[in-house]
């Protein structure tokens, strides 16, 4: 079974703090994706990556960057977190473009 | 941009009812596919379907996709409280977009 995992289930940060959330992914998958999630909003993304040291933009990049300097491994970085930040934010993995598998989630509350 | 819509956003029923959730759009999509999201976890893939009008069964429920590969229901037979949580629809487009691109979800309970 696919396996992704997320650094922490939950966070607390303050204003104006920098933020790293990891994802790591145990099946080889060359995509990787970070997404948040609002209530009534769905999922939306904000970037992916198809390869190391690759990235694209999402639909909502601002405010956050990424990294992938390992197959495995993709941090989503938040520079200077701020209270609209506050969310649930889901990383995914896959082989095929579509379909993608998640991790469980990490809902941080910037206060 | 595209977008699905799903319908409808909340759902309560009792056990045993049947039920049907939509996920409608007015862009074509290469495939499409279903997640459920319990609390505090991240969705999980239940299906993809790739073909118009193809249906697939997994076991109490049904997933259908439009002709048009525009739309796509999914529907619960007899459901139980186990069925409880958040339905999103992912519509997938080879062309352009590459990305997946998801419906705000449908919120079910089944009450015991």
């Known amino acids: 079974d696919v396996k992704v995992t997320q650094s922490s289930r939950y966070l607390v940060k303050r204003t104006g703090e920098k933020v790293f959330l990891e994802c790591v992914q145990d099946?080889?998958?060359?995509?990787m994706f970070w997404y948040r999630q609002d209530p009534g909003l769905g999922l939306r993304l904000i970037y992916f990556?198809?390869?190391?040291?690759?990235?694209e933009k999402g639909d909502i990049p601002e405010g956050y960057s990424v990294s992938r300097e390992k197959k495995e491994r993709f941090s989503l970085i938040l520079e200077s977190a701020s209270t609209n930040q506050t969310s649930m934010y889901l990383c995914?993995?896959?082989?095929?473009?579509?379909?993608?598998?998640f991790g469980p989630g990490t809902r941080l509350t910037v206060l | 941009t595209q977008l699905l819509e799903q319908s409808p956003q909340f759902l309560s029923i009792q056990e045993g009812e049947n039920l049907t959730v939509y996920c409608n759009s007015s862009?074509?999509?290469?495939?499409l596919q279903w997640y459920r999201q319990e609390p505090g976890e991240g969705p999980v893939l239940l299906v993809t379907v790739v073909t118009g009008g193809e249906v697939k069964k997994l076991k109490r429920l049904t997933f259908q996709f439009g002709d048009a590969r525009k739309d796509s229901s999914l529907h619960i037979t007899a459901a139980q409280p186990g069925d409880t949580g958040l339905y999103l629809c992912?519509?997938?487009?080879?062309?352009?977009?590459?990305?997946?691109?998801f419906g705000s979800g449908t919120q079910l309970t089944v009450l015991p």
């Open positions: 990556s198809y390869d190391v040291k690759m990235k």
């Open positions: 992912a519509g997938f487009d080879s062309g352009s977009a590459r990305q997946l691109t």
């Open positions: 862009s074509v999509f290469s495939s």
């Open positions: 995914a993995s896959s082989l095929q473009q579509y379909e993608q598998f």
């Open positions: 099946m080889d998958h060359e995509n």
